[in-house]
Antibody
Framework: EVQLVESGGGLVQPGGSLRLSCAAS????????MSWVRQAPGKGLEWVSA????????YYADSVTGRFTISRDNSKNTVYLQLNSLRADDTAVYYC????????????????WGQGTMVTVSS | QSALTQPASVSGSPGQSITISCTGT?????????VSWYQQHPGKAPKLMIY???NRPSGVSNRFSGSKSGNMASLTISGLQAEDEADYYC??????????FGTGTKVTVL
């Protein structure tokens, strides 16, 4: 079964850090770009970051550039999102998502989503 | 990086058809045929319903259809059913090498 399972969320103080993980199974992980998408409570979806299959190319939304870092370990079938300098408006459910194709990073829609992990930034 | 514009809510009676619009710019919706639509029930992850403007993934009902004209894409749900009540989001590739999502539309089945 194709599956993504996120972990690492929790409560953190403003200015703090957190590392999210997304473990993949059921498909050839290393040939797929992977993305993180977040959703603040009661709000819409916001794309956050993407990494190429090999991890050599990374992309970020303006709202997180310089604070978040995406990485991946293809030997562990896992993609990570390091969240630094967290702010209250980073509070959200963070989903990892897999595109439906492999030939280009942003060419494809997301056909596989994890269940999400909640990050709460509050003092 | 601006969100694509969707109506906040759309409603219809069972059996009716409804259409949700998604307005962007020539740098996203209008510039590429990489528009997708997602359905999200409360507390659940999004589900892909339409990709590349008008294509349905395997398993998605043919009651869902997509189209695009200029900078606006649309999702039509025909034969509305109670299970269609959910939030719907459009998404598009952008010229900035990012994804843009829509503001979201709550569909209510009366």
């Amino acid at each position: 079964e194709v599956q993504l399972v996120e972990s690492g969320g929790g409560l953190v103080q403003p200015g703090g850090s957190l590392r999210l993980s997304c473990a993949a199974s059921g498909f050839t992980f290393g040939i797929y770009a992977m993305s993180w998408v977040r959703q603040a409570p009661g709000k819409g979806l916001e794309w956050v970051s993407a990494t190429s299959g090999g991890g050599g190319n990374t992309y970020y939304a303006d709202s997180v550039t310089g604070r978040f870092t995406i990485s991946r370990d293809n030997s562990k079938n896992t993609v990570y999102l390091q969240l630094n300098s967290l702010r209250a408006d980073d509070t959200a459910v963070y989903y990892c998502a897999r595109p439906s194709g492999v030939t280009a990073i942003f060419r494809f829609a997301f056909d596989i989503w994890g269940q999400g992990t909640m990050v709460t930034v509050s003092s | 990086q601006s969100a694509l514009t969707q109506p906040a809510s759309v409603s219809g009676s069972p059996g009716q058809s409804i259409t949700i619009s998604c307005t962007g710019t020539s740098s996203d919706v209008g510039g590429y045929n990489y528009v997708s639509w997602y359905q999200q029930h409360p507390g659940k992850a999004p589900k892909l319903m339409i990709y590349d403007v008008r294509n349905r993934p395997s398993g998605v009902s043919n009651r869902f259809s997509g189209s695009k004209s200029g900078n606006m894409a649309s999702l039509t749900i025909s034969g509305l059913q109670a299970e269609d009540e959910a939030d719907y989001y459009c998404s598009s590739y952008t010229s900035s090498n990012t994804y843009a999502f829509g503001t979201g539309t709550k569909v209510t089945v009366l």
